[in-house]
């Protein structure tokens, strides 16, 4: 048994099985990134084959320009308040779900719904619930004698807008996955507390909440990434990040700046300072997460 | 009778604090219901009203509007809705099938052997890990250039490539995890009885692995269903994906909210209908094996 397992680990066949998977993420993202790091130091733009280099020019201006700022701080304005309210409403709804009741079975399967709409869907859909004319959630607020909210049109709720629409999306894998943690808690230590005395909260404070740590983690690891390329929303269902800017996310300005405005050469810049940007937000966390994986 | 409800009965106090609890849990339940509901209750509806009633808050069918199948058997008909909903069908098995492929070599490498020069097994999987935070943005746009240099732009091929790449980091961990926990029993007899790597990989370790391929390929193609980004980037007319496709909707049809409807339901059931056939393998592909269902 020995020698076979040594047999594995010498075996050079391995390299034989890796490169394939390797090589292609090597050829089809590694590549084409460090061939954009060649163009946002040019003056390259889309379909014109000549370009010359300009230096750090790219890589100053953004921070000359206040669509840059606004882009900025509207993506990090949105991670900082979705990620906490997915992680508080997930980790609710999976304490809830975590108790015996009837149904519970179903209702599992229905919260899930929402992992599998693709957020362009949604934005579709949000047309018609976030109608201001009537319809959707205001025709039910003007039933109820209430004041219509201005879901598409007005900078402030806009911003409500996506923070509801993002939570709508992503609380369900927030749930899913704490769900699982809780479940994965043995029986025997909580048992164990309950007879030593432990109220529901120290029980949650020194049990729960130390056992699903890595869970939580790695919970707030994806929500973080993923709400750091927040697009589809603000792109589609505000018209391409409005009203205005105000819902201008990071990936909006840069599909703006590269795809309508042409400057690949300042896109690419600003595409590797946002990278930059997430690797120093995730990095620490990422870091953590790892150890969950190797 | 379950434990809690055991322990329950010995004190009333926490008899009446259960009952307590289990009215605020059912009421919290039932608000998060809703929420979540609401969004494909509302659109379900729009799509079988006559297009007068869309803009009213009318929600019970029968009682208070007439449905209609109108819109349904208008759009069913139309011919371009096939088309975006074939080429999502065609990338969505195309990109995972490959992402899967070469993912489970990588999974099943990382698995079974050891890299000790150069990097260790633990650095190969940080790599495909620290894949997952670049911004699809930021691959974009050097991505888009490259497939105008090889002419393939509107192809479905330039869409498959990026959506393998892109998602094959999952493969590789959520398959590894998979290897890792069969019996390497099997492999090292064939290997005494003198089977190749190459045959015992085919052989024994896919087939022995298969629920959890099977659960990665269709988490894979619902990611591949679902993404906009490359897909929007890459493809405007021959090659569009449903969502790409739906996103020119809203300027195309305006406020005609029951087809707006019945194409955003249109796009979001194939993804809705494969995941409950996954469910227990769900956590572990969406967190890329790191957390167990």
């Known amino acids: 048994m020995v020698k076979g397992v040594k047999a594995m680990v010498r075996d050079r066949v391995k390299f034989l099985f ?10 089809l993202v590694v590549f084409p990134l460090g061939s954009a790091i060649i163009t946002s130091f040019t003056n390259a733009r889309f379909g014109s084959v000549e370009s010359s280099f300009v230096g750090l020019r790219n890589y100053i201006a953004p921070f000359d320009d206040y669509r840059f700022y606004n882009s900025v701080y509207v993506t990090l304005f949105f991670v900082s308040v979705i990620v906490p309210i997915e992680i508080g409403l997930g980790l609710v709804l999976a304490l809830l779900m975590n108790r015996n009741f009837k149904g519970r079975n179903i209702l599992r399967v229905i919260f899930m719904i929402p992992l599998f709409v693709s957020p ?69 230590l909580i048992e164990a507390a309950k007879v030593d005395g432990a109220s529901g909260i120290q029980l949650f404070r020194r049990i729960t909440l130390p056992m699903l740590t890595p869970v939580i983690l790695t919970v707030l690891f994806f929500r973080i990434v993923d709400t750091l390329r927040l697009f589809e929303i603000p792109f589609t269902l505000l018209g391409g990040g409005g009203p205005g800017i105000t819902t201008e996310t990071l990936t909006v300005y840069i599909y703006k700046a590269g795809f309508r405005g042409f400057f690949f050469g300042q896109a690419a810049a600003m595409s590797f300072i946002y990278l930059v940007l997430v690797s120093l937000i995730v990095g620490v966390l990422l870091y953590r997460v790892r150890k969950y994986y190797v | 009778m379950s434990d809690n409800q055991k322990r329950g009965a010995r004190v009333t106090s926490k008899r009446v604090n259960s009952f307590v609890a289990d009215i605020v849990t059912y009421l919290l339940i039932a608000v998060f219901s809703i929420f979540f509901l609401f969004p494909i209750y509302w659109t379900f509806i729009t799509s079988i009203k006559v297009s007068a009633d869309t803009f009213t808050s009318k929600f019970i069918p029968f009682i208070q509007f007439e449905p209609t199948l109108k819109g349904w058997i208008e759009q069913l008909q139309a011919a371009e809705n096939y088309k975006a909903l074939l080429n999502s069908t065609i990338i969505g098995l195309a990109s995972a099938a490959l992402a899967t492929f070469l993912g489970s070599m990588a999974g099943y490498t990382l698995a079974r052997f050891e890299f000790r020069r150069f990097f260790k097994n633990s650095d190969i999987i940080s790599w495909f890990l620290s894949l997952r935070i670049m911004p699809p943005i930021a691959l974009a746009l050097p991505f888009y250039a490259l497939m105008l240099y090889f002419g393939i732009i509107d192809t479905l091929p330039a869409v498959i490539l990026i959506h393998t790449a892109f998602f094959m980091p999952y493969a590789v961990l959520v398959t590894r995890d998979a290897f890792k926990s069969l019996p390497k029993e099997f492999e090292e007899s064939a290997l005494v009885d003198g089977s190749s790597r190459i045959q015992i990989f085919f052989k024994i370790a896919l087939p022995l692995a298969a629920p959890a391929l099977v659960a990665t390929y269709i988490i894979i193609f619902a990611f591949s269903w679902n993404e906009f980004l490359f897909a929007y980037v890459l493809t405007n007319k021959a090659a569009v994906t449903m969502p790409v496709y739906i996103a020119g909707t809203v300027t195309t049809v305006g406020v005609l909210f029951d087809v707006l409807s019945v194409r955003a339901i249109l796009t979001i059931l194939p993804p809705i209908l494969l995941g409950f056939i996954i469910q227990r393998y769900l956590i572990s592909g969406l967190t890329m094996g790191a957390v167990k269902g």
Request: aromatic share 12%; glycine share 10%.
């Open chain 1, 18 to 27: 890796i490169l394939p998977p390797v090589l292609y993420i090597l050829t």
């Open chain 1, 120 to 188: 362009i869907a949604f934005a579709l859909m949000g047309q018609v619930i976030f109608y201001e004319g009537g319809g959707g959630i205001n025709g039910i607020l003007k039933d109820l004698g209430l004041p219509v909210v201005r879901w598409r049109s007005h900078p402030q709720t806009a911003i409500f807008t996506v923070v509801l629409a993002d939570v709508w999306m992503w609380t369900p894998f927030v749930f899913l996955i704490v769900l699982a943690g809780l479940q994965s808690i043995p029986k025997e």
